[in-house]
């Protein structure tokens, strides 16, 4: 199987910033696509950013101009820079990940646990 682990989450006042990393492991021959998403209490969960194995990046309108996502495609990785934060920031980022098999070769999507962000007005 395939495990995601996030990191860097944490409470910060409005205008600051923090790092979110998530690592893959396991069974893995190539991953396409990862990225995060977040779900603030009473909403759905919604994307925030993704990068291609190719490095394409799509970011949600309400984060563009102030979050990067990066990915170290050697080390299995994505980050998460967030800078001006805002309190409508707040939520569970959850790392997600398009793996394939190395046993199997076939393409599946897997989440991590989540980390909290508060961001404090």
């Known amino acids: 199987q395939v495990q995601l682990v996030e990191s860097g989450g944490g409470l910060v006042q409005a205008g600051g910033s923090l790092r979110l990393s998530c690592s893959a492991s396991?069974?893995?021959?190539?991953?396409?696509?990862m990225g995060w998403y977040r779900q603030a209490p009473g909403n759905q969960r919604e994307l925030v950013a993704t990068v291609s194995n190719r490095g394409g990046v799509q970011y949600a309108d309400s984060v563009k101009g102030r979050f990067a996502v990066s990915r170290d495609n050697a080390k299995n990785t994505v980050d998460l820079q967030m800078n001006s934060l805002k309190p409508e920031d707040t939520g569970v980022y959850y790392c997600?990940?398009?793996?394939?098999?190395?046993?199997?070769?076939?393409?599946?999507?897997?989440w991590g646990r989540g980390t909290q962000v508060t961001v404090s007005s």
């Open positions: 997600t990940a398009l793996v394939i098999s190395d046993l199997t070769a076939d393409a599946r999507n897997y």
């Open positions: 396991g069974r893995i021959y190539g991953i396409n696509a």
